[in-house]
């Protein structure tokens, strides 16, 4: 069985199914932030004053046929509000996306903190764990001191020895001196 088009107007449509134009929610967003951030401007508020200003000396200061908003400016007042009503929700769209924006930036700190954290954590370990090794470890400056106090004992050991093989020479002269 074939589905009935849409498009044709020999077929009734079906009641309660009203087909509203899509739209892309990502251009949209896009589209009502960048309206959001030229209105959070020095430059819209200038040209806003401008046009306003304008406005007021057009329909005070023309002559009366072509002034086409009166003292009490009562299109001007329905235009600012008009835009007072769109200008809203926009800023409120534009401010949800930052939050979500802001929301998944710090999701990504929380998660680059952790990963930091843990890095840190295990680099504390093998730091102890080397300390804990180095203290087995001879340094330098003990190395030094045990060649320096075995330099002194060999001096020492070559000292009697020397001093031991020169009272043998003397007991060996002497004894030779006895003898002849």
Partial sequence: MTEPRRDRLDQPVEPGRVRLPRFNPEAF???SESIARYMGTAQFIVWMTLVIAGWFLWNTLAPKGLRFDP??????????????????????LAQNRQ???DRLAMEEDRRRAAMQKADTEYLAREIASLRI???EV?????????LAR???????AAHRRDKRARQEWEDDRKEWEAEH
């Fill in 150 to 156: 075995l330099a002194d004992e060999l001096d020492e």
């Fill in 29 to 31: 967003g896009r589209w």
């Fill in 99 to 101: 939050t979500d924006r």
């Fill in 133 to 135: 090794a180095l203290g």
């Fill in 71 to 92: 003292y009490t400016f009562t299109f001007l007042t329905l235009i600012l509000s008009l835009q007072a009503s769109y200008a809203a929700p926009l800023i409120l």
């Fill in 138 to 146: 001879a340094t330098r400056d003990f190395l030094r001191s045990e």
